[in-house]
Nanobody
Framework: QVQLAESGGGLVQAGGSLRLSCAAS????????MGWFRQAPGKEREFVAA????????YYADYVKGRFTISRDNAKNTVYLQMNSLKPEDTAVYYC??????????????WGQGTQVTVSS
């Protein structure tokens, strides 16, 4: 069904910025919620941000609020995650997911392959 492809990860110094993109293909996505999750080595996958593509609802995890911004471009079936003031603890593989908007990974049926974000001190 839906294929998700993350891009934009890389290696940055603490305090730097990155913008992640997640492009959906295979079907229209304007009525589906999208979420960003991340997973560090040896850690559980954790919620980062979510957005409803039709309702404009946006949610952030407390540890990224004020630093990260999630946005969407429905015409391009793409969701973005602008990450500013990056910290070494933000180092993880970042995944986008499609499904019902929410903070639980159980609510998302489709996942991308992930993109690595590494923040050096």
């Amino acid at each position: 069904q839906v294929q998700l492809a993350e891009s934009g990860g890389g290696l940055v110094q603490a305090g730097g910025s990155l913008r992640l993109s997640c492009a959906a293909s295979g079907r229209t996505f304007s009525t589906y919620g999208m979420g960003w999750f991340r997973q560090a080595p040896g850690k559980e996958r954790e919620f980062v941000a979510a957005i409803s593509w039709s309702g404009g609802l946006i949610y952030y995890a407390d540890y990224v609020k004020g630093r990260f911004t999630i946005s969407r471009d429905n015409a391009k079936n793409t969701v973005y995650l602008q990450m500013n003031s990056l910290k070494p603890e933000d180092t993880a593989v970042y995944y986008c997911a499609a499904g019902l908007t929410g903070s639980s990974r159980a609510g998302y049926a489709s996942w991308g392959q992930g993109t690595q974000v590494t923040v050096s001190s």
